[in-house]
C-alpha cells in the first residue's frame, strides 16, 4: 500500500470519526513514525496521545466554565504554616481524590477568614484538572436558584445540575439562616447527593451543635442532614485566626472607638 493511498484513507477516517486534532498531527506523526521505523502499534499512540491531550484540555476548559469558582486557588498557595491546626498530611491526602470515588464528603468548619473556602476550591480544582464536573456556590444563592427554579416549574432541573458533578461545594453553610422553604431545599440537596454516593465540601462557621439553627429551627431535619453529611465524612476543625485580621493587625489599622490594632 502506498503512503498516498494510506495517508487519503487515514485523512477520510480521522474527519469521519471527528479526531480533529488527531487529522491535523497526521502528517508529521507519519513522518516520525517512518524516520524513527515506529511499528503500527507505536504510531497509533503517537497519534493518539496528542488527540486525548487536547480533548482533555478542552474539557479542563469547559469544566473550569462550568464549575463556577469565586476564584482560583490551589493547595501549594495555602499557608499551613499560619493554620496549624490543620494537619497537612490529611489534606494531602484528600487531594488524592479518593474521597469522590468513595462518595465521602469533607466539612471544613472554622470562623470566618480562616482558609475554608480556599482549601475547598483548591481541592474542587483538582477535579477539574481530571477533566470532571465540579460545582461551587453558597449556600444562600444555591438556595435562592432552587427557589426560583421551582416558581418556574424547573425544580427538577436545577436539581440535577447540583446531583451530577462529581463533587459539589455548598460554601458558607451557616453564614445566613435560611427559612423553612430554605431548608428543606439544601436538605433535598443533600440527601440526592447521598442516595447518588455523590461527594460533597461543605464550608461551615457553625459547630455542628449549632446545626439547628441553619435548617430553620428545626432540629429533626438538622438531625437528619447531618446524619446523612457525616455517615462517610472528613471533618477539618480550622482554629486558627482570621487572615484577613491577621493582616490587619499588621497593618496597624484603626478600629471603631479609636483602637489601634498593633
Known sequence: ???????EKAYEGLEK???????????????MAVAENWSYTEFLGHLL?????ERLRQNVRIAYKMARFPYLKKLDDFDFDVQPSIDRKLVDELANLRFTEDGRNIILLGPPGTGKTHLAVALASLIVE????????TASDMVRKLDKAARENRIHRAMQMLVHPSLLVIDEVGYLQLDKAEASMLFQVICKRYDKKQSMIITSNKAF???GDIFANDPVMASAALDRLL???TVINIKGESYRLKEKKKAGI???GGEIMS
Open 130 to 137: 481530571q477533566g470532571r464536573r465540579a460545582y461551587f456556590s
Open 209 to 211: 451543635s449549632q446545626w
Open 254 to 256: 484603626r478600629l471603631e
Open 231 to 233: 455517615h462517610k465524612s
Open 49 to 53: 496521545d496528542g488527540e486525548l491531550a
Open 17 to 31: 470519526l471527528g479526531l480533529e486534532t488527531a487529522l491535523l498531527q497526521l502528517d508529521q506523526t507519519s513522518q
Open 1 to 7: 500500500m502506498s503512503n498516498l493511498v494510506f495517508s
